[in-house]
């Protein structure tokens, strides 16, 4: 199930909501959500038994922990919980690009398994990590009962496009959590902003780039030097809307349940720096790699380049079984390597104008990378963007496609850009903070409307839609 | 005097401290008025579209996709425990909203409003990218040869051929737009909607025909006689190189054929007409006056009569938007229809309806006149493509035609019912017996292939040798009432 769907809007989060609001204890307002998540994860999946036996798995070996931090058992514990998650991963996300990999590379030709990718493993696997050294390093107490580790691991909001929440943020919040109008009107406004993103602005932004460029990008070779730039510029729009809608629903989600997720994204494309770009881009996942790999002491030592070039090579990784992904997260880690050792207070002292256009063509040359898989059209989309191809006459400076495009959606790509940064968070933040409650109440009446015209809309688009998933979802 | 300093007396707050207080209070109380409120308003919209995604009708078929919509999926243990059947239940539960194609047009109107294109994505299988590769040309086409008086038919043709052709609208530029992948154009104060062309040359189709001729012989006469798509006449200077040239398909097919195979190329037939209604503007076929130029050309080849325009009796139903507006989604389509006119035989004939598999199921007009949805108002010749037809004519020539198409060759069938004794047709894509067996059993002399360009270059054609050799051996049996099939 996805979140921008008729039947999961209006049908499965409805009852949920029902039954939940109707329960008076804790405890049965988790069951209610353990058994909502459990269906909501199963529904339509073939390997739904493996969240359960994932958290299964990891709640036993966080027991075995608690009992053992301290010795060598202890950390024997650790092992095959990270083992055991990994391998998880590794098996079901990763076989088909090894196999593919080896074969390229001794001339076999062993077939490709093509497993099914369970929906959500990258990120139930990843909160069961943290989970499991969070345990070890005893930056939380060992979850004793199962069902409350199950909730954690399996509450539907965050399931299966995060953002990857720590069992730090929800762990009060499983035993006691409260939820007023307040937390549901905000939520229910964030679960219809996510909603917006998603089937008004990110499924428009895709249509015009799988027009320019092909689902694939396979149309590229036939685009001119401006129309690449164009639609990579679509595109990692495209993926920012996409991808922070499904975060806003999450969080939306989880507030009407009374949990308080993290941000994942803060609009990314006001920083200054690619280091500030990760800091409000898919915030769960760098702070993720940040806290349980970037410091950790391989053979015995802080290796900093070594723990760098791990850190982005399994960030590019995690997005996708392909070397198109690796490259891409090694892409970034040369400009974090870069940003390092120009120093900060260096890179403060570069006019604004220079730090903003040049971290905006690394981010647009880095969705370049992300979007082709194929390594031929990832070459030619470097030879477009260059002007190489147009100096070699394969191409032209603009095309009449991509004008037309641009002309057509003018309304959206403006739309989409002011959107992309905070300037209605900020308006959001003065009529709140405003002393008139005339000021406080019109805003709060113009917010509910906008939200109503917002629902109405994204419902008719999602009808125009039979199935058009999150792009995250692969993941 | 001491003084002790008491920890637990009250502090005393500032005036500014007490006024902060008293407005966070103030404002937390506004606040939670406001969120209730606002709670019951959101509660009450999901409520109503609750309620209308429940309870009101939901739809099973879908006109402007041409598709029937998801069904309830069918129940068992192994569908539940893989997915299937949850899934299917979304599917049905998100495929069939109620009112959905009347929604779906209210969604294209605040894409067009607003800006926005449409989401939807149609591929067809010769592409609508640019034509980065374009086939070797030939300028001169292959000279066709042709049983029986060729001289005169041919001369009456080239006279003919002295007019004059309308205007040529690729030399002309045009405002333009494009609509998940079809290109609408503005021309002459009205939008129109074209599929484009890839390019290709139909080496399944020729190898096919090819091999028909081989079976037969000099018993039929084959002929080929592919139809120009609208872009072939009506793309614009500036969308040159977005489509292929279809005449230059149609030669180079051409020269695949033997020798006996009788082919015409009707594109610079169609260019003498551009001016007037002969392809619709908002569908992807050709009107019935560009059918009708087609066949006179192949009436004129085929050496058969062929009766003029004026004999027959015109009709026309407005408002109609067809089928390129559900494959563009461009409202400027929706709201710019267009007169579907059709030319009705005065002559007297019968027509006889038979399944694919050449069982007879019913007897009817060539038109079909009640339909309701004005998008398929193109069903209205021979009822679609889902059947087999023959039609019985008062024509003495001992002339019997099998028409083998797509749907480009609906339009055609009314105009031949002047020239043939018997027309039989048959679906290039659909027909389940076996087209020697028929041509056999119906005494057909003249076997037409007229089908459009995509489907000459495309995956219909390289159905034709299935239709060559599926079904060998049985034998085929016309059991419509008129019982005998030959005319007494």
Redesign the interface.
Known sequence: ?VFA???FL??FL?LCLLCYYMAKSIRTKNIILILFSLLFY?????L?FLLPLSALFNWAVGLWIGKTRHTSAGKLAVAVGLIGDIGLLLVFKYTDFFIGNFNGLFGTHVPLPHVHLPIGISFFTFQAISYVLDCYWETVEVQKKFPKFLLYLSLFPQLIAGPIVRYSVVEKEIDKRSV???D???G??RV?IGLAKKA?VA??L???V??MLG?KGE?I??QSFLGTWFGIILYALYVYYDFSAYSDMAIGMGRMFGFHFNENFDHPFVCTTIAEFWQRWHISLGSFFRDYLLYVKIFGKNRIYLSLFLVWFCTGMWHGAAWNFILWGLFYGCFMLFEQKMGRKRMKKWPTLIKHIYTKLVIIIGFGIFMFVSMKDLGIFFRNISGVSMALGKTGFAD??GW??FV?????IVAAIACSLPLLPKLKKTVLQS?S?AV??VG??AA?VG??VL?V?S??????????PFLYFRF | MDYEYDMDAPQELTRAEVQKRR?EK??RN???K??????L??AL??AV??FF??FFPRPTETKLENRKL?EWPKFSLKAL????Y??G???H???T?PY?DD??G??DE??AR????????VKFSNGV??V?EYQEESRTPKATSMPGAAGRRMTEATERGEEANQKDFRGIDAD???N??QLTVYQDGHYRCMELFGGGVGSSYAEALNYLHGVLGNTVTIYSMPCPLACEFYLPK??AD?AANQSDCFDKTAEKLDDGIVSINVCPVLAKHTEENIYSRTDHHWQSLGAYYACRTFAETAGVPFADLSKYEKGSWSGYVGTMYAFSRDANLKNDPEEFVYYKPTCDYESYYYDQQFNYSYNDDLFWDNIEDSSSYYLTYIHGDSNVVKTVTNVRNGRRLLVVKDSYGNAQIPFYSSSFEQIIVVDMRYFERNLITLIETMDITDVLFTCSSFSVVGGNADNLMNLMTQDAYSDLVDNAPTASSTND
């Open positions: 199930m769907d008729l039947f209006f049908v409805p199963a529904w339509g999946e073939k739904w007023s109008a307040s549901i009107a905000e229910i406004q219809i008004i499924n428009s895709y249509a015009i799988t027009e689902e149309f070779a036939s009449r496609q037309s495009f057509r959606n003018i309304f959206l002393r409650d406080y109440t709060r009446i509910v939200c109503l629902l809309v419902v008719i688009f999602l009808i125009d839609n039979t199935n058009n | 407005f103030k404002r506004l606040n939670e406001l969120s209730g409120l606002s709670v308003v959101f919209a999901f579209i609750i995604l429940l998801a425990f893989t997915g299937k949850t899934g239940i979304k599917e539960y998100n495929d909203a959905r929604l779906k209210v969604g605040i894409r607003f800006g926005f294109t449409s989401k939807h994505t990218r640019k980065t333009g737009a494009w998940n992948g500036n969308y977005c």
